[in-house]
């Protein structure tokens, strides 16, 4: 792979590099992993013709709740605004075969035709929260290519609001009006980590949309309670109709303004150290699946813990043992 003609694609903006770049980072492949790596590290030197860094948004909300309509139509309005705009969107992939629908570029459809914009749907290949590993290397792809402005969406189950929380500037937080429970199944740590609240779909209920909101801001005032600083505004909008959206942009504009230059900075430098760890970790599950002495004792391991013959503390620690001998050899 010719990977400096690859990052001078990027570069130029390159709708093709870019694809091959983000499927490269993307890839298992020892030899990609390495090629990946060269890029990575090439494009993050890359200084975009802009006074400052790219916004990167995280959205996500339980299923149903208009994710990809919402950022279909926020996307539009951004470009039409003369931004760049790049979107991420994560799709869960099988537990048993791994695969994926990857189905949102085919429910952003206006959005993927706008020439100033590009989607692009990944698998979460069974990573924690749904979100995928090379997301973070995406972001980097898109930036060097130009894009101002980076959507991450999330499959919005289990941990993958933590996760992509831990990858932005912003994360917005998209929730529905229910009769008398909207409260219900939000957990306290959603509202922690949210710095925008929006509630969707104002135009099929907009009593009870209103309603919701003003529970929601009472429960953040808890949740915020003696805080100085920044506490997240709730909102209602309707990615359907536009409604509302323009205000929940200037939310996150005004989140990003309270961060400051420093506090942007410091936050971005704290992911850079947390994703550190992370490839870190990933690396080691990778050498763990390719080692000679793992493989050699994977399936009587396997048999006997499936037969109770062996726990699994043990188990574990023979599999550990069967790794560390690779060193020894």
């Known amino acids: 792979m010719d990977v400096p003609a690859l990052i001078e694609g990027v570069r130029s903006g390159g709708r093709a590099a870019i694809s091959r770049a983000i499927t490269l980072v993307e890839s298992s492949r020892a030899d990609h992993r390495a090629a990946a790596r060269e890029l990575v590290g090439e494009l993050s030197g890359t200084r975009p013709p802009r006074d400052r860094p790219a916004v990167r948004v995280g959205v996500s909300g339980v299923p149903g709740v208009g994710k990809s309509t919402f950022i279909e139509s926020l996307g539009t309005r951004l470009t039409g605004q003369g931004h760049r705009v790049g979107v991420l969107a994560v799709d869960p992939s099988s537990v048993r075969t791994g695969g994926s629908v990857l189905g949102d570029k085919t429910r952003m459809a206006r959005l ?12 979460s290949s069974g990573t924690l929260g749904g979100v995928a590993k090379a997301t973070s290397q995406a972001m980097v792809v898109l930036e060097a290519a130009g894009f101002d402005v980076v959507l991450v969406e999330t499959v919005g189950v289990g941990q993958s609001e933590v996760t ?23 957990k306290k740590g959603i509202l922690e980590i949210s710095d925008v609240i929006a509630v969707n779909k104002s135009d099929d209920r907009e009593t009870e949309t209103t309603a919701a909101a003003k529970e ?54 704290r992911q850079q150290l947390d994703f550190t760890w992370a490839l870190i970790r990933d690396e080691l599950e990778e050498r763990l699946r390719r080692s000679p002495g793992v493989a050699a004792v994977r399936d009587e391991v396997r048999a006997q813990v499936l037969s109770g013959r062996l726990p699994a503390t043990a ?15």
């Open 164 to 186: 992509v929380a831990g990858m932005v500037d912003t994360f917005l937080f998209l929730t529905l009006a229910r009769t008398g429970d909207q409260l219900q199944g939000i």
């Open 216 to 269: 929601l801001a009472g429960a953040l005032g808890f949740v915020h309670r003696g805080s100085k600083g920044w506490v997240p505004p709730v909102l209602t909008c309707s990615g359907r109709s536009g409604a509302g959206l323009p205000e929940v942009w200037e939310a996150v504009l005004r989140h990003r303004e309270s961060l400051g230059a420093d506090g942007l900075a410091d936050r971005r430098a």
């Open 315 to 329: 188990a574990a620690d023979v599999v550990l043992a069967a790794f560390d001998e690779d060193d020894v050899r």
């Open 112 to 123: 993927s035709a706008d020439p100033a914009a590009y989607v692009r749907a990944s698998p």
